[in-house]
Structures are given as structure tokens and as C-alpha cells.
């Protein structure tokens, strides 16, 4: 059973910076696709960026040159690290996981198949 978690989001002053983590457990060769998206209430859940197997990065526009994901060598834990935060980065933010994904399909809420519980990002002026 793959499960997700996330971690570390919180209240930040704008222009403050960030960094939520996703746990991630149950792919026993831990290959797969990750996601981070965030979605506030009674809004379409949001890309912010995907990474694939082979590590290669992609950043929704709106926070392209301030976010930055990665994960440990061991892949279990992936990290968003977010900077320059503004008002509208308030959201919950989720990661998710496919064992395998497109890179057309990557920023695409439905092309993943589990998802954490979210955690909460707040930025206050």
C-alpha cells in the first residue's frame, strides 16, 4: 500500500520562505513520479511541480524561480522548498505518486494515484 504524507506547512510572512516535505512509503524499488499541487476550497486542484523517475523537474509558471523540489537519495522523502512566498501561494498543498507517468501528463492532477492529506500554507501580509 503506497502512502503519502505531508509536513511542515505553517503561517509565513510574505516574502518568507518554506519547506514541505512528503513522505513517501509502500513502493518497495521507490521508482515512481512525484507531484506537488495545492488547491484551495471550492477551487480545481493546482500544479506546482513533478519530478519523474529519471529526476527530471517541472515548475508550473507561477512559481517558477522561487520553488524548488527535490528529493533524498533514497527517494523516500521528497521536499518543496518554497521562497519569495506571496499572499496567493496561500493554499493546501498536496503531494502525489504514480509509478509511472508521462512527462505531457506530469503537472496533471489525474495522472496520479495516490495522494497525502495535505498541509496547510498560509502567507499573511
Known amino acids: 500500500q503506497v502512502q503519502l504524507m505531508e509536513s511542515g506547512g505553517g503561517s509565513v510572512q510574505a516574502g518568507g520562505s518554506l519547506r514541505l516535505s512528503c513522505a513517501v512509503s509502500?513502493?518497495?524499488?521507490?521508482?515512481?513520479?512525484l507531484g506537488w499541487f495545492r488547491q484551495a476550497p471550492q477551487k480545481e486542484r493546482e500544479a506546482v511541480a513533478g519530478i519523474t523517475r529519471s529526476d527530471t523537474i517541472y515548475y508550473a509558471g507561477s512559481v517558477k524561480g522561487r520553488f524548488d523540489l527535490s528529493r533524498d537519495n533514497t527517494k523516500t522523502t521528497a521536499y518543496l522548498e518554497m521562497n519569495n512566498l506571496k499572499h496567493e501561494d496561500t493554499d493546501m498543498y498536496y503531494c502525489?505518486?504514480?509509478?509511472?507517468?508521462?512527462?505531457?501528463?506530469?503537472?496533471?492532477?489525474?495522472?496520479?494515484?495516490?495522494w497525502g492529506q495535505g498541509t496547510q500554507v498560509t502567507v499573511f501580509s
Open positions: 502525489a505518486a504514480v509509478r509511472i507517468c508521462a512527462v505531457a501528463r506530469l503537472l496533471q492532477a489525474d495522472g496520479y494515484s495516490y
Open positions: 509502500g513502493y518497495t524499488d521507490n521508482d515512481y513520479c
